[in-house]
C-alpha cells in the first residue's frame, strides 16, 4: 500500500533537482492575495458590476431556453400539435440573438477590464524595481525579473478578474439550474443534489497537489528566461569559449522542469476528470432510476423528466467548474506569490517625505561634494568595502581617485550617487547630507560615466539626449562635435552600443553628460580597454566635459590623471599602515597632476546656460 502511495506520489509531484537557479517565492494565503491585488481592480468596479450582470443573465437566458424545450416536448410533440410551435420558434430566436449580444459584451469588457488591470499592475510592478537599489537588482538574475513582469502578473489577472468571473459565472448557472430543478420536482431534485459535495471533497484532496507543480513551473519559467538571458547577453563569450552545448544543457535542464512540472500537472488532471466524471454518472443514474417512479406517480411528464436531466447535466458543469476553479485559484497563485515577493522587496535608499530640493529656492548649487569619515559594506559581504574614508573636493576641482584594486573606487563613486547609503558617516553635496535631499534633484547635479558605458537602442542623437530630452537638436549637435561624434549623430548604436566601438561608445557617454550639465560629474575609468587611437579621442572629449564642473575620475591612465588638479589614493579597508582615508595631495599617489596645469584648454559649454548651476570655471580652480 505504501509502495502504491510512493508511486502516486512521484508521478504527480514534479521532483526539484536541487539546482536552483531561482528559488521559491514563499507561499501566500489566498486571502492575502486578494487583499494586495483587489485595489489594482476598484477603479474599474462600475465595469466589473456591469460584466457581473451579463454573466448572470447568460444562464439565465440558458434555463429559459431549456424550460421552452420542455414545451416543445409537451405542448407539441405529444400532442402533435405544429400551430403551438410558432411562438416557441419565435422565442428560441429572440433568446438566442439576445444571448449572443451579451456574450459578446461580457467578453468584451472582460477583455476591457483585464487588459486594463494588467497594464497597471505592470507598470505599478515596473516602477517598484526601477525605484530598488542597485544592489538589490545586482542579486536578482534579469530573466526571472522579467517573467515575473509579464507572466507572473498576467495569473494574478487570472487570479483577481477572470477567477472571479468565473465564480460568478458557476455560480449563478447553479442558482438557476438547481431553482429549476426543484420547481421541476423539489423530492428529485433533493436526491440529486446529495452528490454535490462529493465534487468539493475530490477536488479539495487534488488542489494540494496541483498548486505545488504550479508553484514549480512558474519559478522554472523565471529560471528559463534567466538562462536564456544571460547566455545570449553573453553570447561573445560563450562562443568564443566554445561553452555552447554547456549553455544549451543548462536551457534543456530548466526546460525539462518546466515539462515535467507540467506533465505532472496534466496526469493530475487526468486522475481528476474521470473522478469528477463518475460521480457526475452516479447523480445522473440515481435521478434516471427514481424518474422512472417519478413518471408513474405523474409527478412529472416525459417532457418535464427529459428537461430534469438536461439542467442535471447544466449543473454538474459548473459545480465541476466551481471545484476546478479553486485548483485553477491555486495555480495563478503561484505566479501572485512571486509577485508578492518582488514587491515586498524594499529599496534600500528611500527618499524621505520631507526631503529638500536641491539646489534649495533662490540658491545655485556650486558642486562641493564631500565624503565624510563613511563606512560602507555590501549587503552579505564579510568586510567593509570602504571604512571611514574622507575626501572633499571643491567646486570646479578635478580629482583623480586612485588605489589599488578592489579599495571601493567604484563603491565611492556609487554612494556620491546615493545608489546606497553609508552605514556611518556621510555623504554632502554643498554641505547638505544627500540622504536629506530629493532624488530626482541630486541627481540632476551628479552625473555619472559608469566603468560599462550604458546606452539604450536608438540612434547616437538619441542616446545623447537621453538625460535631457528638452535639449535643443543645435545643441546635441553642438556637443557632439565638440566631442567628434558630429558624423555618428544618425547611426543606430545597436543593442547595448554593440554597433559602436568601444571609444565612440565611450564619446557618447560624455557627450551625454555634457548635454546634462550636471555640477558633478563621476567618470569611472574612462580609458580602459581603449587603443591609442580611441584613447586619445576619449580624452579629447574629456577636455570638453571637465571644464567648471566638479570631477571625479578614477582611473590609472597617466593622461587622464594629469588632467586632474589633485590626485587622491584610496587604499583598502583593513591595511593597518595603509589608512583608509583618502589623502589629498598623497605623496605615494602616481603621476599627481600639478592643478591648473593641466586643466583643458577647450571651451567649455557655458556654466550659465544651466538655470541652476552656477561654477567656478576651470581657471579658477577653488583650494
Ligand atoms: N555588488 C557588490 N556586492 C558585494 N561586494 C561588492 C560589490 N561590489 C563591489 N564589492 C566589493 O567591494 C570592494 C570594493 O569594490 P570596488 O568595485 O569599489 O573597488 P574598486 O576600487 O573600484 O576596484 P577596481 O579598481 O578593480 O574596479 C571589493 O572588495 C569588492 O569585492
Redesign the pocket.
Same mark, same amino acid.
Not at 588605489?403 to 556609487?414: L, N, V
Given at each position: 500500500m505504501n509502495r502504491l502511495r510512493e508511486r502516486l506520489r512521484r508521478l504527480l509531484v514534479p521532483v526539484a533537482d536541487g539546482q536552483d537557479v531561482v528559488p521559491a517565492a514563499p507561499p501566500v494565503p489566498v486571502r492575502e492575495i486578494f487583499r494586495r491585488f483587489w485595489p489594482d481592480a476598484r477603479p474599474y468596479r462600475p465595469a466589473i458590476a456591469a460584466g457581473a450582470v451579463f454573466l448572470v443573465l447568460v444562464p439565465a437566458i440558458e434555463a429559459v431556453e431549456i424550460w421552452l424545450f420542455k414545451l416543445v416536448v409537451d405542448d407539441v410533440l405529444v400532442p402533435r400539435d405544429v400551430g403551438a410551435l410558432l411562438p416557441l420558434a419565435a422565442a428560441y430566436v429572440g433568446l438566442t440573438l439576445l444571448s449572443g449580444l451579451i456574450r459578446f459584451g461580457d467578453d468584451y469588457l472582460a477583455t476591457w477590464v483585464g487588459e486594463r488591470f494588467l497594464l497597471n499592475l505592470r507598470a505599478r510592478l515596473f516602477a517598484h524595481v526601477q525605484g530598488l537599489s542597485?544592489?538589490v537588482l545586482?542579486?536578482r538574475r534579469l530573466g526571472d525579473l522579467l517573467s515575473r513582469l509579464t507572466s507572473d502578473v498576467q495569473a494574478i489577472e487570472r487570479f483577481v478578474l477572470t477567477g472571479v468571473g468565473d465564480g460568478i459565472s458557476a455560480l449563478a448557472r447553479i442558482v438557476f439550474f438547481s431553482g429549476a430543478l426543484l420547481l421541476l420536482s423539489w423530492r428529485l431534485a433533493l436526491v440529486s443534489i446529495v452528490v454535490v459535495p462529493l465534487f468539493w471533497l475530490t477536488a479539495r484532496r487534488f488542489s494540494r497537489l496541483i498548486k505545488h507543480a504550479s508553484r514549480e513551473k512558474r519559478r522554472r519559467s523565471g529560471s528559463l528566461t534567466a538562462v536564456a538571458e544571460e547566455s545570449l547577453a553573453n553570447a561573445a563569450l560563450v562562443q568564443s569559449m566554445g561553452r555552447e552545448r554547456h549553455e544549451l544543457a543548462r536551457f534543456r535542464r530548466e526546460n525539462a522542469a518546466i515539462m515535467e512540472a507540467e506533465l505532472a500537472s496534466t496526469r493530475i488532471r487526468a486522475l481528476f476528470s474521470p473522478l469528477v466524471d463518475l460521480i457526475e454518472l452516479l447523480g445522473a443514474m440515481i435521478v434516471v432510476g427514481l424518474g422512472v417512479w417519478a413518471l408513474s406517480s405523474g409527478e412529472l411528464t416525459i417532457g418535464g423528466l427529459l428537461v430534469f436531466l438536461a439542467y442535471l447535466s447544466q449543473m454538474y458543469g459548473p459545480v465541476r467548474e466551481l471545484s476546478g476553479l479553486v485548483n485553477s485559484l491555486y495555480a495563478a497563485s503561484a505566479g501572485a506569490e512571486r509577485v508578492i515577493e518582488l514587491l515586498d522587496e524594499r529599496p534600500a535608499v528611500v527618499e524621505r517625505p520631507d526631503a529638500r530640493p536641491l539646489p534649495a529656492a533662490g540658491a545655485t548649487v556650486r558642486g562641493r561634494v564631500e565624503l565624510r569619515d563613511v563606512v560602507y559594506r555590501?549587503?552579505?559581504?564579510s568586510?567593509a568595502?570602504?571604512d571611514g574614508c574622507s575626501l572633499a573636493v571643491e567646486p570646479g576641482e578635478c580629482v583623480a581617485l586612485v =588605489?589599488?584594486?578592489? $579599495? =571601493?573606487?567604484?563603491? $565611492?563613486?556609487?554612494l556620491l550617487l546615493r545608489f546606497a547609503d553609508p552605514d556611518a558617516g556621510s555623504v554632502l553635496i554643498d554641505g547638505e547630507d544627500l540622504r536629506e535631499l530629493r532624488l530626482r534633484d541630486l541627481r540632476a547635479q551628479v552625473g555619472l560615466l559608469a566603468?560599462e558605458t550604458l546606452l539604450f537602442e536608438g540612434t547616437v542623437r538619441d542616446n545623447v539626449a537621453y538625460g535631457r530630452p528638452e535639449a535643443s537638436a543645435a545643441e546635441v549637435e553642438r556637443v557632439a562635435a565638440a566631442v567628434g561624434i558630429a558624423d555618428l549623430l544618425d547611426a543606430r548604436v545597436g543593442q547595448r552600443g554593440r554597433a559602436l566601438s568601444g571609444g565612440q561608445r565611450q564619446r557618447v557617454a560624455i557627450a551625454r553628460a555634457i548635454v546634462r550639465d550636471s555640477a558633478v560629474v563621476v567618470l569611472?575609468?574612462p580609458t580602459t580597454g581603449l587603443d591609442a587611437e580611441a584613447r586619445e579621442a576619449v580624452l579629447g572629449a574629456l577636455d570638453a566635459l571637465l571644464p567648471g564642473r566638479t570631477t571625479i575620475v578614477?582611473s590609472?591612465d597617466p593622461a587622464v590623471v594629469a588632467r586632474a588638479d589633485r590626485v587622491v589614493e584610496?587604499r583598502?579597508p583593513g591595511d593597518d599602515d595603509r589608512d583608509a582615508r583618502g589623502a589629498d595631495d598623497d605623496g605615494a599617489a602616481p603621476a599627481a597632476a600639478a592643478p591648473d596645469a593641466a586643466r583643458p584648454a577647450a571651451g567649455p559649454p557655458d556654466p550659465g546656460a544651466s538655470p541652476t548651476a552656477a561654477r567656478p570655471t576651470a581657471a579658477e580652480p577653488v583650494a
Open positions: 542597485l544592489d545586482d542579486r555590501y549587503p552579505g559581504a568586510r568595502a570602504l =588605489g589599488p584594486s578592489g $579599495a =571601493g573606487k567604484t563603491t $565611492a563613486t556609487r566603468q569611472d575609468e578614477v590609472h584610496l583598502a
